[in-house]
């Protein structure tokens, strides 16, 4: 027996001295409606306060058709990225009367199905799923029941709407600077999971920019395994191992690959002739580091307003396109 105790309306009714249909009519926002004494609305009102009492969810839910509840989906919070575009949905999703309830994948699909059910079972009105799997069926049948919208990463080849950062030609912008700078004559890249978007889109962005440098590009300058900060220092080893040397410019996707590289970095003391480093992501901490990196700065405002406004045009039965959000170069490098 659980040594806590939940009220329920009947209890709040005994305390105030109503009756249940009459507490349910006054904590629902109805007592104007049936006319209900103010001196007896004043009264429930009071007890509920005094136990921190509020209607069922459930019971509103189901009268109301909506939960005022909101689902994302993400790998981790670790991910500073990530970590952005949660806390913008939050703010934003509050600004519009839903609350945000939030569920961790940790990349792994059997975990984000777990995940997207208990939201569904939470009636949630809608989900922002930043998605671990490239299956678009794994998704499609949770849009068959809710509305869905897939932020920061998409599946190619899919129908299921998304609101992904324009990565493509930003990061051929910085890539092609990086090439053509004095004495460069090798730039790699680290990716994270193939067949994500991201490492699709970035690794397309890389290579557009050599070419626009013409700058081909060779065996072994392309690194890819997952996002997470480990595999940053994993693909530095790698590639210098397989190189012979240490890269002259390191171009990570993402900013925890970006952490992995700079950790491997200090374990190795190359702050001392370090190469040229470039993100896709930002952190205001890279304003602070011995080395200079250039970044590519996603717009997590832009990407969590597209978002939202997308999941709840959908519910309100409306057609939609998907969005490709702008994003911004941040140079600090200051030969650029």
């Not at 080849?157 to 930003?170: C, H, K, N, R």
Request: aromatic share 6%.
């Amino acid at each position: 027996m659980s040594q806590y105790e939940r009220l329920t309306i009947d209890d709040i009714a005994r305390l105030a001295g109503v009756s249940k249909t009459t507490a349910s009519m006054v904590l629902n926002g109805r007592a104007a409606e049936y006319r209900i004494a103010a001196a007896t609305r004043d009264r429930v009102l009071a007890v509920a306060a005094e136990y921190h009492f509020s209607p069922s969810q459930s019971a509103r839910t189901l009268r109301n058709r909506s939960s005022g509840t909101l689902g994302l989906v993400i790998p981790e919070l670790t991910n500073f990225a990530h970590a952005m575009l949660a806390q913008e949905l939050e703010i934003q999703s509050r600004a519009l009367g839903y609350q945000l309830l939030l569920v961790t994948s940790e990349d792994d699909p059997e975990r984000e199905d777990e995940g997207i059910r208990h939201l569904l079972s939470r009636q949630v009105d809608g989900l922002l799923v930043v998605p671990s799997a490239v299956d678009a069926e794994a998704y499609s049948r949770y849009a068959q029941r809710t509305p869905l919208v897939l932020v920061d990463r998409r599946i190619p080849d899919s129908p299921l709407p998304f609101v992904v950062t324009a990565a493509e030609g930003m990061v051929a912008d910085l890539v092609a600077e990086l090439a053509t700078a004095p004495d460069v004559n090798e730039v790699v890249f680290f990716g994270g999971q193939p067949d994500f978007s991201p490492s699709i889109d970035r690794l397309a962005g890389y290579r557009a920019g050599l070419a626009r440098a013409a700058l081909p590009e060779q065996e072994g300058w392309v690194w890819q395994r997952t996002f997470q900060r480990q595999s940053g220092a994993e693909l530095m080893a790698a590639c210098h191992a397989a190189l012979g040397h240490y890269p002259q410019v390191v171009f990570a996707a993402s900013i925890t690959l970006l952490e992995g590289v700079l950790a491997y970095m200090k374990e190795h003391h190359l702050f001392r002739n370090p190469p040229r480093l470039a993100s896709f992501d930002n952190h205001d901490l890279l304003d602070c580091l011995p080395v200079a990196v250039d970044s590519i700065v996603q717009d997590s405002a832009g990407l969590a307003a597209a978002a939202l406004a997308r999941v709840l045009a959908l519910r309100e039965g409306q057609r939609i396109q998907s969005e490709w959000v702008a994003a911004r170069l941040l140079r600090r490098s200051t030969s650029a």
